[in-house]
Nanobody, 127 residues
Framework: QVQLVESGGGLVQVGGSLRLSCAAS????????MAWFRQAPGKEREFVSR????????YYADSVKGRFTISKDNGKNTVYLQMNSLKPEDTAVYYC????????????????????WGQGTQVTVSS
């Protein structure tokens, strides 16, 4: 069982930066790949980024590649999303999620692949 709590969202101007954090509880956090999704008003939840269970590989949606960086600190049971060069279209509620199963190495980008979700944190980019 994994519980997830996001933080770090807020209001930022175009071109600014934010770092989201996702604190996990549950002693098997280190065994799970983690991901960030986002959902804008009136739109479906979409994949943003994923990091492997050991932090060794990362994957990004094309829309954020080169601007966002995902990282995982298994010692602190925390996953991060560093967001730079923010754009108005990045405005959304951001959710962290843990893969449904431990030790998965395949890149999974669909919401159904994730069994544990945080409550979300709002990111608003103003122009």
């Amino acid at each position: 069982q994994v519980q997830l709590v996001e933080s770090g969202g807020g209001l930022v101007q175009v071109g600014g930066s934010l770092r989201l954090s996702c604190a996990a509880s549950g002693r098997t956090f280190s065994n799970y790949a983690m991901a960030w999704f986002r959902q804008a008003p009136g739109k479906e939840r979409e994949f943003v980024s994923r990091i492997s269970w050991n932090g060794g590989s990362t994957y990004y949606a094309d829309s954020v590649k080169g601007r966002f960086t995902i990282s995982k600190d298994n010692g602190k049971n925390t996953v991060y999303l560093q967001m730079n060069s923010l754009k108005p279209e990045d405005t959304a509620v951001y959710y962290c999620a843990a893969d449904r199963y431990p030790y998965v190495v395949v890149v999974r980008t669909t919401t159904g692949s994730y069994g544990y979700w945080g409550q979300g944190t709002q990111v608003t980019v103003s122009s």
